[in-house]
């Protein structure tokens, strides 16, 4: 959770810094936009409105697609009530997970990222799709993923949570079932990805001769130069129940 090369935290994360546990089955991590004090206030707002909804009213055992929509429209009703007028909307992207008896949900919206890793087959089993401009110009062949790391309107993101739109939007969902011991989830802001690739990230975690702590302590030196907050989530998962 670190500020990088700006002066302020825009980005957000729950549970709050410091305070996970392993008893925690809820994260999420918003990277705020819209200036120094929205962005900030977008972020926070969308973290705390959405873990509120989901641990006041979702059972252990399950949890839909309904249940998560619910969740995001407690949070998008609360960035409607904290709008200050101004002519740039605050926003905020959002990743979430949650995990639960069957298996855990994930959604996000914007260019914060969400990836489901197994070091033991050193695979990357699932990464969540930005949300941006490169991407939708790389599926139509306009850019090539190479081109796109350089290209100027890369940060342009097309989806986020804003206040108070004619359509608020939709998150996009994620349900994992196949969920083993000492895999690995990784949620970050791209903050966290301007000078990491998915195969050093991949590397990074595989490694068994370093600790969660290690493996945590050297993509934060690896994104230290970056211009923007870097913050991130490295889940472990201890055991899991199978049918």
């Known amino acids: 959770y670190e500020l990088g090369q700006r002066a302020n935290q825009e980005d957000s994360i729950f549970p709050h810094y410091g305070k996970a546990t392993k008893n925690d089955r809820t994260f999420l991590v918003c990277d705020g936009m819209g200036g120094h004090d929205s962005g900030?206030?977008?972020s926070q707002t969308v973290c705390e409105a959405m873990s509120k909804y989901v641990l006041a009213h979702t059972p252990t055992d399950n949890f839909t697609d309904e249940q998560f929509n619910q969740a995001l429209n407690a949070a998008y009703d609360e960035l409607d009530a904290k709008d200050n007028g101004a002519a740039k909307k605050m926003g905020t992207t959002m990743t979430f997970l949650h995990f639960h008896?069957?298996?855990c949900l994930l959604a996000h919206i914007g260019?914060?990222?969400i990836y489901h890793i197994r070091p033991s087959e050193k695979k990357i089993l699932f990464k969540t799709r930005d949300h941006s401009l490169v991407n939708d110009l790389i599926e139509i062949g306009e850019l090539t993923p190479e081109e796109a790391k350089t290209f100027r309107?890369?940060?342009v993101i097309t989806r986020a949570m804003q206040p108070n739109l004619e359509r608020r939007p939709k998150a996009e969902l994620k349900h994992i079932t196949d969920i083993r011991p000492d895999d690995y989830f990784f949620m970050c802001?791209?903050?966290m990805l301007e000078e990491t690739e998915d195969e050093?990230?991949?590397?990074i975690l595989s490694e068994t001769k370093n600790s969660d702590e290690e493996k945590l302590d050297i993509l934060i030196k690896v994104s230290e130069n970056n211009k923007d907050n870097h913050s991130a989530y490295l889940i472990h998962v201890l055991d899991s129940i199978s049918d």
């Open 40 to 42: 900030e206030i977008a």
């Open 101 to 103: 008896d069957d298996g």
């Open 111 to 113: 260019d914060s990222r």
């Open 153 to 155: 309107q890369k940060n």
């Open 189 to 191: 802001s791209d903050g």
């Open 200 to 203: 050093n990230l991949l590397n």
